[in-house]
């Protein structure tokens, strides 16, 4: 799996854009992006994903560059409850892969 | 619908001692994950069922942990004999998805091995 560097924190203002990068520079033709998050004392949880093409859902946001190197996601208004660890990852596609979790990005937002 | 159950929530067992955690997958997931985070670490798989099958068994670190999916419903993962640098929080995790690998997890384990 192609390993991925998220910066350590952010901090975001409520009712702001929550802008959390992602490289993954050695991403292989067969892997998708993958974010989950994990809010405190809880187990991960899937936000969304994608190949190459943008992606939205109800939760956020998924910008992938065109050469498929790095990505963002984005979360259009973050509340306190945004709060959270958020891991980026690459991961073959098709169920039954194993998730290989980083260090992610802590996100505080701030009222 | 009920999301992927685990018990106990808190296990505090000395060392040498044995522990049995049990995860309940969501019903109708084939896939069921074993993941775990000791202190200070990330993340980490441990084990992959599709039903009552080992697809994957990579992460599991040594042959103190054993874990079991009778029936292809829920699983139990055992530590015998269990030592300090086991301590920390288990995850199980379950998905049904053929396409996507969406994977829904548990609200973990935490162990304490004292």
């Known amino acids: 799996d192609a390993k991925t560097t998220q910066p350590p924190s952010m901090d975001c203002a409520e009712g702001r854009a929550a802008n959390l990068p992602c490289n993954h520079s050695t991403i292989s033709g067969n892997e998708y992006v993958y974010w989950y998050r994990q809010i405190h004392s809880q187990g991960p949880q899937y936000i969304i994903h994608?190949?190459?093409n943008n992606e939205t859902n109800e939760m956020a946001s998924l910008i992938i560059t065109e050469d498929r190197k790095s990505s963002t996601l984005i979360l259009p208004h973050a509340t306190l409850r945004d709060t959270a660890v958020y891991y980026c990852i690459a991961s073959p596609y098709g169920g039954g892969n194993k998730l290989v979790f980083g260090a992610g990005t802590i996100l505080r937002v701030k009222s | 619908e009920a999301g992927v159950t685990q018990f106990p929530s808190h296990s505090v067992i000395e060392k040498g001692q044995t522990v049995t955690l049990r995860c309940d997958p969501i019903s109708g997931h084939d896939n069921l994950y074993w993941y775990r985070r000791v202190m200070g670490k990330e993340i980490k798989f441990l084990l992959h069922?599709?039903?009552?099958?080992?697809?994957?068994e990579s992460g599991m670190p040594n042959n103190r942990f054993l874990a079991e999916r009778t029936g292809g419903t829920y699983s139990t993962l055992k530590v015998q004999p269990a030592e300090l640098e086991d301590s920390g929080v288990y995850f199980c995790?379950?998905?049904?998805?053929?396409?996507?690998?969406?994977?829904?997890f548990g609200p973990g384990t935490r162990l304490t091995v004292l």
């Open positions: 069922f599709v039903k009552e099958s080992k697809q994957d």
């Open positions: 994608g190949l190459k």
């Open positions: 995790a379950s998905s049904q998805d053929p396409i996507s690998n969406e994977q829904f």
